[in-house]
C-alpha cells in the first residue's frame, strides 16, 4: 500500500499531513513565497541588495511569481554570490553547494533562517 493509499484511507489530506509531519518535526509550514521574502530580507540586513524594489506592489507581484511552486525564475537570486555570501556568511561556499543539490533549493534555504 502507497502513502497515499494510507492517508486516503486514514481520511487525512496530504495538505493535513504535511502540516502534522512538519509540526511534529518542529517546524512551520511556510509558502515558497515567504521563505523568498524571508530569506532576502536577512540577506538585505547583511548588505544585500535586491535587483527589484520590495515596497512597490509591482515588486510584490515579481516576488510572488518568482517564488511560486515550480517557478525557477527565484534562482537568479538564490543562487548568486552576492546573495549566498550574504545570507549564509563565512560558510557561503560550502552552503550553496548543498543548495544546488537540492531538489527544492528553497526548502534549504528554509532552514538557515533564523
Given at each position: ?7 486516503k484511507?486514514?481520511?487525512?489530506s496530504?495538505?493535513?499531513y504535511?502540516?502534522?509531519h512538519?509540526?511534529?518535526n518542529g517546524?512551520?509550514l ?5 521563505i523568498?521574502?524571508?530569506a532576502i530580507?536577512k ?11 520590495w515596497i512597490s506592489?509591482?515588486?510584490k507581484?515579481i516576488?510572488?511569481d518568482m ?17 549566498a555570501?550574504?545570507?549564509y556568511g563565512?560558510?557561503?561556499k560550502?552552503?550553496l553547494?548543498?543548495?544546488?543539490l ?5 526548502d534549504y ?6
Amino acid at each position: 500500500m502507497t502513502n497515499e493509499q494510507i492517508l486516503k484511507k486514514a481520511g487525512i489530506s496530504k495538505k493535513e499531513y504535511d502540516a502534522i509531519h512538519q509540526w511534529v518535526n518542529g517546524y512551520t509550514l511556510m509558502t515558497n513565497e515567504e521563505i523568498l521574502h524571508k530569506a532576502i530580507e536577512k540577506a538585505e540586513k547583511k548588505g544585500y541588495h535586491t535587483p527589484f524594489v520590495w515596497i512597490s506592489d509591482r515588486g510584490k507581484e515579481i516576488l510572488k511569481d518568482m517564488a511560486r511552486e515550480g517557478n525557477t525564475s527565484c534562482y537568479s537570486i538564490i543562487f548568486s554570490h552576492d546573495f549566498a555570501i550574504s545570507f549564509y556568511g563565512k560558510e557561503w561556499k560550502k552552503r550553496l553547494k548543498e543548495q544546488v543539490l537540492e531538489v527544492n533549493p528553497l526548502d534549504y534555504i528554509r532552514k538557515y533562517l533564523d
